[in-house]
């Protein structure tokens, strides 16, 4: 992850210029929050938290350290001591069996941590073997041990369908330098970004989008609210949004995450981090992070999802390289604002409920973080709008039909759907797998003339 500081910031006014029409439940949620702020602001001086950026234990122990804000509540290095004892302590040995010494044939991912591989470790009974993502984290880089400390705490701590499980943690000093491995939950569908942008992957239909835009928001929601003290995601991005094998999402990647500030706190200062495009415009100008963060983050992935474009993509046209720039040319309420849709789509998606998605876009895109909507308002609008069964492209309005007959139309169609992908990302893994299988032979043959896997 690279630190950065500028961002092209929307300018809130023209957006909701140009926005025709908004929803009633936006205007309503609006007009009730603007309630809210002033009673807030008569009633409370805000203040900041200037903790440190990460935490600074050398590995996680039940005496590890997090230095915070201080508060009554619970912290996540507190939190963690109690839960620490979930998860498993494996041996580097042990890794390096699971993934054929790393094998190159195993590598499924990598980034600038590190390298991702697909491994078999024992289950605790030691009689089946479960198939687990290993993350390897670069020796040689000081941010990634931090990361994979931040990593295990808060993931040793939250628990959530949407949240990717995880298994357990390596920590090994060798001659070659410190270990820092992580184990997760192995996710076969890979990432939304390789669905979205990857055109070896089949198109998502509309209503896997909409559930998986869904899914995120309410492992976002749970961060935000769900747990003693309050998290910040920080990283929210496609690329980190997992998928398992019913297409079900799954936040992954908790390295930046951070704890939230605390009582009468409006928010935590830290060192800029993060994903470009992704970033809100005000965390990035003054290092000031509130969930409203990740709420612009969502923003984004939200028109990224509509438009199967990246939030930046320097090989199009100069004028379309942004993608917020791009899609304000095209509003929901403008009748050229089709042209911002996904083509691969082929026009099954509903017009109504491609409007909607594009209005909560901006109002998550708010210049002002205290315009934006909070994670549980974003999911009353996106569970209304997965409820549209229609996929008329430019038809408009819904078509009328029993509640009955909507609902079990709506299931129809999203399990044809979701069968469509399955099937070809089942070929895919196919021809993956078919690959997997001479690699073990070769590696098998390697060992057989005895050349040793070396610990």
């Known amino acids: 992850m690279a630190c950065f500081s500028w961002l092209c910031v929307c300018n809130n006014n023209q957006r909701r210029k140009q926005v025709a029409g908004p929803s009633s439940s936006l205007q309503s949620i609006n007009r009730t929050r603007s309630r809210k702020r002033r009673a807030e602001h008569r009633a409370i001086v805000p203040t900041t938290s200037s903790s ?24 996540i290095p507190q939190l963690y001591e109690e839960k620490a004892h979930n998860l498993r302590q494996f041996t580097l040995k042990e890794l390096k069996f699971a993934t054929y010494d790393f094998s190159k ?14 491994g078999f470790v024992k289950n605790l009974d030691g009689k089946e073997e479960e198939v687990v993502a290993i993350k390897r984290l670069n020796p040689y880089g000081l941010q990634g041990h931090k990361q994979w400390l931040a990593e295990v705490q808060f993931l040793g701590v939250v628990e959530h369908k949407n949240l990717v499980k995880l298994i357990g943690y390596c920590a090994a000093d060798t001659e070659s330098g410190p270990q820092r491995l992580l184990v997760y939950e192995f996710m076969p569908n890979k ?64 390295g930046l995450a951070r704890e939230g500030p605390t009582g009468n706190q409006t928010h935590v200062s830290t060192a800029v981090m993060g994903t470009k495009g992704y970033a809100a415009p005000d965390y990035i100008e003054t290092g000031h992070l509130t969930v409203k963060s990740d709420v612009w983050s969502f923003g984004v992935v939200l028109y990224e999802i509509l438009t199967g474009r990246r939030s930046v993509e320097n090989k199009r046209p100069k004028n379309e390289q942004k993608l917020l720039e791009w899609v304000k040319r095209y509003p929901p309420g403008s009748a050229h604002f089709t042209k911002i849709i996904d083509p691969r789509l082929e026009n099954k998606y509903s017009m109504n409920g491609a409007r909607e998605i594009a209005q909560l876009a901006n109002f998550c895109l708010s210049k002002s973080a205290k315009d934006r909507p909070k994670m549980s308002e974003v999911i009353d609008i996106l569970s209304r709008v997965v409820t549209y069964e229609e996929l008329d492209g430019e038809e408009e309005p819904h078509r009328l039909s029993t509640e009955n007959e909507e609902e079990s139309e709506t299931e129809s169609e999203f399990d044809l759907e979701l069968q469509s992908v399955r099937r070809r990302m089942l070929h895919l893994a196919k021809l993956r797998e078919s690959t997997g299988v001479i690699a073990k032979r070769r590696l098998a043959l390697i060992s057989k003339v005895g050349v040793g896997v070396s610990l």
């Not at 950026?53 to 009554?72: H, R, V």
């Not at 044939?105 to 697909?118: A, H, Q, T």
């Not at 559930?211 to 003693?228: D, F, K, P, Q």
């Open 52 to 75: 440190s950026d990460e935490p600074t234990a050398s590995i996680p122990t039940n005496n590890s350290l997090w230095s915070g804000s201080a508060s009554s509540e619970k912290s």
């Open 105 to 118: 044939l195993l590598k499924i991912g990598e980034g600038g941590f590190g390298s991702v591989y697909k």
């Open 191 to 254: 990432t939304l970004d390789d669905h979205l942008f990857n055109k070896a992957y089949p198109p998502l239909p509309w209503h896997v989008r909409l559930n998986i835009a869904l899914g995120a928001a309410e492992g976002l929601l749970y961060l935000h609210e769900g747990l003693e003290v309050q998290v910040i995601y920080r990283d929210f991005k496609a690329s980190n949004v997992l998928l398992d094998q019913e297409f079900r999402p799954k936040l992954s990647d908790f």
